[in-house]
């Protein structure tokens, strides 16, 4: 059995993901752009954003998958658990100048602090 860290276990999820690139392209993005986390007691998460992600990757790779890192990594301790990402709130579309405006503000205080300043106001 031997110990791995976060960083093995990405390379060996590339190398998993380049392997099935050409005959699973959906499922080679959703694996490139989901990396895992290692947990403690050789779990491993994977984050994916919907339901249909999660049950994609659990039908059509999941034992392919676990063997490979189970393989790859020396060590047959490996449980992956597949989650779904929890849902983000609904987008505020903005179509005004002012929700544009409140929107970045949100995002950037120092803009509140130069619309004060400049006695800026819109139309």
Excluded: C
């Amino acid at each position: 059995m031997e110990h791995f860290e976060q960083e093995k276990l990405q390379k060996v999820w590339i190398k998993f993901a380049n392997s099935i690139s050409k005959e699973m392209p959906r499922l080679y993005q959703v694996l490139k752009s989901n990396l895992p986390n290692l947990k403690d007691n050789y779990i491993i998460h994977l984050q994916v954003d919907n339901e249909l992600q999660k049950k994609d990757i659990e039908d059509r790779i999941f034992s392919k998958i676990t063997g490979w890192l189970k393989t790859e990594l020396n060590n047959h301790q490996i449980q992956l658990v597949v989650n779904v990402a929890n849902v983000q709130q609904k987008k505020k579309i903005v179509y005004t100048a002012t929700d544009k405006f409140s929107y970045l503000a949100e995002q950037n205080e120092d803009l509140l602090k130069l619309k004060k300043s400049f006695g800026l106001d819109f139309e």
